[in-house]
């Protein structure tokens, strides 16, 4: 059994909890050290039988630990997994046992797949979080980019730290640092930086 560590203790965190035990129950894999994070009472009301360590960045990472980023925020990822890289840390990817992953697909460090399907020629960069969403062929989709529940991407390119909503559906290509606000179905391609809402999805004015 590989030692891991879960690195965020909210709702990401925890479902990363669970799947490391549906992963558990089929392949004794992991040893679940704990969490790591900055609020460290944020697991006293929650029925989880691990602690929170310490923060992150009190953590030095030792030899034989491996890291999941259980954080939702793309941009929040991206700079905790620098900052626990410079330190050295590996980080593992978790598929869970319930997903349907086509042997064609590729997936980079640091993923999460804690449900849904991913088809033939889809490509993942890392740290790509994919919950329960249905992930079409020859899909790439960036690196430190979230989708939530049941989102729908038939077809397209996803671009780097973009964040998708539960009940989208994305009909063309996202750039880098797009937000869609759930249950929006993205018709057009949307420019970087762009938070889209509605059917069909519109530029949010701030």
């Known amino acids: 059994m590989k030692k891991i560590i879960i690195v965020g203790a909210g709702g990401f965190g925890r479902e990363a909890y669970y799947l490391i035990r549906d992963i558990n129950k089929v392949q004794p894999t992991w040893d679940l050290v704990g969490f790591l994070d900055d609020r460290i009472k944020s697991l006293n009301d929650k029925k989880i039988n691990v602690p929170i360590l310490s923060t992150v960045e009190a953590w030095n990472p030792a030899d034989d630990e491996y890291f999941i980023l259980g954080i939702a925020s793309p941009r929040t990822k991206e700079i905790v997994a620098n900052k626990l890289k410079a330190k050295g840390a590996k980080f593992a990817t978790l598929i869970s046992p319930m997903a349907s992953v086509n042997e064609t697909a590729e997936i980079g460090e640091g993923c999460v797949v804690s449900g849904g399907s991913i088809g033939d020629c889809t490509k993942l960069g890392n740290f790509v979080h994919i919950a329960g969403s249905m992930i079409g062929q020859d899909v790439v989709i960036g690196d430190y980019s979230t989708t939530t529940g049941f989102v729908n991407i038939p077809k397209g390119t996803i671009g780097r730290r973009v964040f998708i909503g539960s009940h989208a559906v994305i009909l063309n290509d996202l750039e880098d640092d797009v937000e869609v606000v759930s249950g929006s179905v993205v018709f ?19």
């Open 188 to 206: 057009h391609k949307i420019k970087a930086g762009y938070k889209v809402m509605g059917y069909p999805a519109k530029k949010i004015v701030l």
